[in-house]
């Protein structure tokens, strides 16, 4: 009895719970609902909803109730940004997710470069590494991927590009002009130089995708007279956890929803250097007959700083917490394919994930 009270004690201990379990309900609900930003330290990050860990709860997995519990609210959206809140889901969940984003989710970027010419200063292989980062855009969702033997490649597997640029001194310039853009013709090779040589039936299936570089300003190389660049490229569908080229995102990242809570009223001057402690929008300070009192009006600005627990007149006079199930999404496209659209294919992802998993399972059994 005593090796079975000890192993259970330090059990508990071990998971940061022996003084929760005899907490009051309202804490035990804090312990897994809130994460506590303290003076020394953060509180309550560890996921404690697991069956039979609290008394009084049932924490038993249940389809119906994650239905009810789980939804996704869109907060901002255009073709390249997408801030959207995920609730009522664990954090392993939401960062699996973002992982997908960055790495799983198939682009078709330029994999091999075929060097003709090169007489300008930048070395074929950095040169070739410039081009492999340049974003194409192109549905990655109409391509199969490239059989590594395949050295050709197909109208179905490979995009061909072509660079062709050659500098030339201007016969207009002016005579006393010191102005390389005076001065000379093509000496600056953007990616908008980069042109698309379609192979087999491309240019009938793809005539109105515009395949080719997403944007047309990115600096490739410099060039003075009688230095050209003669070059074909080779796009290929890929995923980032390849290479980082064929990430569909500039950045994908998830913050919990921060929970401001004031525990008395705050007023006159303190209330002012409330008020600076935080971002601009989260505190205002509202007129209540004739005070100027602290008000929270927008918690989901704040970056979380902790900057008002250096006060300390102010730091036992306000609660920093954040909601542990509430995840604030950012998703920036490299403008390959829209926000949403790659939203959308990380969950085609991620379920065809939980597919294979069950699948294998299934079959671990018939074993």
């Known amino acids: 009895m005593f090796f079975e009270w000890e192993f259970s004690t330090l059990y508990r201990r071990k998971r940061g719970i022996t003084a929760k379990m005899a907490a009051p309900m309202s804490n035990v609900d804090e312990i ?15 996921t404690t909803d697991y069956p039979g860990n ?16 789980f939804r996704i609210d869109i907060v901002n ?50 040169l070739a590494h410039r081009l492999g980062l340049v974003p194409i855009k192109a549905d990655p969702r109409l391509f199969e991927y490239r059989n590594p033997e395949d050295q050709e490649g ?37 990616s ?8 087999g039936n491309q240019a009938d299936v793809f005539a109105d995708a515009k395949i080719g570089p997403v944007h047309g300003d990115i600096l490739l190389a410099q060039l003075r007279p009688g230095q050209e660049l003669d070059i074909v490229m080779h796009c290929v569908k890929g995923i980032g956890k390849d290479h ?20 008395q009223t705050i007023e006159g001057e303190q209330a002012e250097r409330l008020k600076r402690c935080f971002s601009p929008g989260v505190i ?10 602290a008000k929270v009006v927008n918690s989901r600005l704040d970056t979380c700083s902790r900057e008002v627990l250096r006060h300390d007149d102010l730091k036992s006079l306000v609660k ?44 671990a059994e018939m074993d």
């Open 32 to 46: 897994r609902d809130r994460v506590i930003l303290g003076e020394f330290g953060v509180r309550n990050v560890h």
């Open 54 to 69: 609290y008394p009084g709860y049932d924490d038993t997995w249940d389809l119906e109730k994650f239905k009810k519990n």
């Open 77 to 126: 959206s255009d073709e390249n940004m997408l801030e959207f809140d995920m609730i009522g889901i664990d954090a392993a969940i939401a960062n699996a997710f973002r992982r997908i984003l960055l790495a799983e989710v198939p682009t078709m970027a330029i994999e091999k470069v075929f060097v003709y010419n090169n007489t300008s200063i930048i070395q074929d292989e950095i």
């Open 154 to 190: 197909t109208e179905i597997d490979t995009i061909q590009l072509q660079l062709k640029v050659k500098c030339t001194r201007n016969p207009r310039a002016p005579k006393d002009s010191s102005d390389p853009k005076e001065l000379y013709l093509n000496h600056m090779v953007y």
């Open 192 to 199: 908008g130089d980069i042109k698309w040589l379609p192979i």
């Open 244 to 263: 980082a080229k064929f990430s569909p995102v500039a950045t994908a990242s998830y913050r919990l929803l921060p929970e401001i809570t004031l525990l």
């Open 284 to 293: 205002e300070i509202q007129n209540v007959n004739g005070r100027k009192v």
């Open 320 to 363: 920093l917490g954040r909601v542990r199930d509430h995840f604030i999404f950012s998703v920036e496209s490299t403008g390959i394919l829209p926000a949403d659209v790659l939203v959308t294919e990380a969950i085609n992802v991620l379920i065809s994930k939980c597919q294979k998993f069950l699948t294998e399972l299934d079959a």
